[in-house]
């Protein structure tokens, strides 16, 4: 009885391990005397389960690609079969010559076969074979019984191949898909290059506390990649820490600048660092020295901060004037980026003390808002230390409403810094296009929603994009197993040893929630109080870890909860960016119920991470997550997470619920918001196209002050 198999054979690149079309091969030998043709057929796979028995003979059975080999020779005459072979017909011939002579002829087929096999990918191999209909996976060939050294080395050879081929083939598929993932599309280069200074108070890595030192480190590298000649001025924080370490590559230029501030001459020496396409350049001033972070210790902000952040502002001014880097200066002739309150008096330094003088007349100020909450007010008296002409007083004026008075003899006369960059820079940029929005409105201007509606005109909204080299599932060296889309068996792994790490029971069943933020008003962390004690968040069958700090009380509440609920939460005092990986990869939801969010990363992250995030609709949070949608596309589902709106603790709750319900019951739509969401596109080569269109806007149009 003779059967065909079809066989799909992927063909590696180094060898060539199928045939190009339909061949039968099969190899007939006679043996002297007058016994009937014996015939063999030499098959790239078998039959599994083939057993042979002779007389006082066994041949051992095999289900691997390797050929098993008697020591003794049986007599073929008394030679039975008990598969379906007939039993009259031996199945080997004892004529070793015919043999090789045989497999000397298939070799020179084979490689005839091998040339043709150059271009083609992948080919079906048809073979006939005796006496079974069984059809078994490549590399499961059964026990093949011969008599020669050299055919069974050879046998072993093909099998060897063979039997890998299916191994392979799930590797090279899964391979294949990772590089789909980290596949980046190349950079677009620029044929009209500007020239970019973006002013900071703080640059990842040296120095961060929030998503501004990210833009200031990642943005900028976008900027070089598309051709712009780049620049970051930012100060040299030393605090005594090991965070000094990360100024060891950081060299002294050799060359100081002296400023009038605060009544007197101000010197501050420049260091310079040029990394991924961009100059980093680092203001040194004893102001900058002290134990603490960027704006503050244990006991609060620092008294000077004004003074410092001017001094930052108006030495920017001055370095793209006298400091040469690759043999000559940046010129007048750029744009400035100023970021919030900290550096927004480089808008106005550079319209009251410079334009005026024919100095940076072609040049524009772009502000970007990252968190219009701050504005950097102080006392109306302080004006004079700003060292700004007397008539500029009015552009930072700013009065606070009668109830934000101490008291009745108060007139609320303050400088604020933020208001000052409002009304003279060129363009306006925040972190998305909702909160563009938002500070347009009393809600969300904090009393400047006058002034922004006044100049929505050149008002722009672009998200922030994320490192995806530092961000990427992929490659991240802070989780214990890789994943990316269409092989996604790694974030389980990733949940079960946040289990053990936390000390949460291993259930891969149960949904796992994360938090990650400040314990502050904004975060929202009041409504997760509210989710757990008045609403039985933590009675239902699911784990919660939170990670941050702020508020000592949030702070004693989480080590409460932990106490109550050991075996469903986890509260982490502190920050860890290790940690913060590991929660954005083990987890399976993450949590955002902000009050208000000018941009926000961890969604982001999460979405990359295939973790789906759970927000309130504001600012770039309703930009960047698409609600769910079970019923869009014919029932296969849209969207990359859930929002849910107003800010109460019954609307989290529902789309909260929503959430769990699909993760439990529903998990292919489940997989469906996991695999769009790690579809989107938030890297920073995005924003930077974006950023720089209005940088040209800004150019085209007159200076506005």
């Known amino acids: 009885m003779a059967t065909t198999m079809n066989v799909a054979v992927n063909l590696q690149t180094s060898r060539a391990v199928a045939s190009a079309g339909r061949r039968e091969r099969r190899v007939t030998t006679r043996a002297a005397g007058p016994r009937d043709a014996r015939s063999s057929t030499f098959m790239s796979r078998g039959a599994e389960g083939l057993k042979f028995h002779a007389q006082g003979h066994r041949v051992q059975h095999s289900r691997g690609a390797s050929v ?87 046998l072993e050879g093909v099998m060897a191949e063979a039997g890998e081929s299916d191994s392979l083939g799930e590797m090279s598929r899964a391979d294949e898909l990772r590089q789909q993932w980290l596949h980046k599309e190349p950079v677009p280069k620029t044929d009209d290059p500007i020239t970019v200074v973006l002013v900071s ?29 780049t620049m970051v001025i930012a100060p040299r924080y030393l605090n005594g820490t090991k965070n000094d370490a990360l100024y060891e590559d950081v060299e002294y230029t050799g060359k100081n600048i002296t400023v009038f501030l605060a009544g007197e001459d101000v010197t501050v020496g420049l260091y310079h660092l040029f990394k991924d396409g961009v100059d980093f350049v680092f203001i040194d001033h004893p102001s900058y020295h002290r134990d603490g972070g960027p704006y503050g210790n244990a006991y609060g902000a620092y008294g000077d901060n004004l003074f410092r952040f001017s001094l930052l502002s108006l030495v920017a001014c001055e370095v793209p004037l006298q400091l040469e880097l690759g043999g000559y200066n940046y010129g007048d002739k750029c744009v400035f980026m100023a970021n919030d309150w900290h550096s927004s008096l480089v808008c106005v330094y550079v319209a009251s003390k410079y334009r005026p003088y024919g100095v940076y007349k072609d040049a524009r100020t772009v502000l970007c808002i990252h968190n219009m909450a701050h504005h950097g007010t102080e006392p109306s008296t302080v004006f004079p230390e700003l060292s700004l002409p007397n008539e500029w007083y009015g552009c930072v004026e700013w009065v606070f409403p009668e109830h934000m008075r101490a008291h009745e003899l108060d007139k609320g006369e303050a400088v604020n810094p933020l208001k000052g960059a409002l009304v003279t820079c060129d363009r306006i940029l925040t972190v998305s296009q909702g909160y563009a929005y938002e500070i347009t409105t009393p809600e969300g201007g904090f009393g400047l929603d006058g002034l922004t509606r006044g100049r929505q005109h050149v008002l722009n909204g672009i998200v922030n994009g994320v490192d995806i080299d530092d961000w990427n599932p992929a490659t991240d060296e802070f989780i214990p197993d890789h994943y990316w889309p269409g092989h996604m068996e790694g974030k389980a792994e990733c949940k079960r040893q946040l289990q053990e790490e936390l000390g949460l029971q291993q259930r891969p069943d149960v949904p796992l929630i994360g938090f990650i933020g400040r314990l502050d008003w904004q975060k929202g962390g009041d409504l997760i109080q509210d989710a757990v004690h008045n609403h039985g968040l933590l009675h239902q069958d699911l784990q919660l870890v939170m990670l941050g700090s702020g508020d000592p009380e949030f702070e004693d509440w989480m080590a409460y909860c932990e106490s109550e609920h050991q075996d469903r939460f986890r509260g982490w ?21 902000s009050r208000f969010e000018p941009c926000g990363l961890n969604q982001l992250y999460a979405m990359r991470y295939g973790t789906v995030p ?49 993760y439990r019951h529903h998990k292919d739509q489940w997989a469906g918001i996991q695999q769009r969401g790690m579809a989107q596109d938030f890297s920073w080569d995005r924003s930077a196209s974006q950023y720089e269109q209005v940088f040209r806007w800004a150019m085209i149009d007159q200076a506005y002050a």
């Open 68 to 154: 098993t080999r008697c020591a003794d020779e049986p007599d073929f005459d008394a030679l039975t079969c008990v598969n379906d072979f007939p039993a009259s017909e031996p199945l080997f011939s004892n004529d070793e010559e015919a043999i090789m002579a045989q497999l000397e002829q298939l070799r020179s087929e084979n490689e005839k076969l091998a040339e043709r096999l150059a271009t083609v990918k992948e080919k079906t191999v048809t073979i006939q074979e005796m006496g079974t209909s069984e059809s078994s996976p490549m590399g499961s060939m059964s026990s093949v019984r011969v008599t020669s050294d050299k055919v069974v080395e050879t």
């Open 201 to 229: 108070s703080e640059v990842a890595p040296w120095s961060k506390t929030g998503g501004l030192g990210d833009v200031a480190g990642a943005l900028p590298a976008s900027f070089a990649a598309r051709g712009h000649r």
């Open 573 to 593: 005092r502190g920050f860890s960016v290790p940690v913060a990986h590991r929660i954005i990869a083990g987890c399976d939801i993450i949590l955002m119920p």
């Open 614 to 662: 759970v927000a309130h609709a504001t600012g770039g949070l309703k930009d960047t997550i698409e609600d769910f949608n079970p019923y869009a596309h014919e029932m296969n589902g849209a969207g990359t997470g859930l929002t849910f709106s107003p800010f109460c603790e019954k609307a989290m709750m529902g789309s909260l619920n929503q959430a769990l319900d699909t």
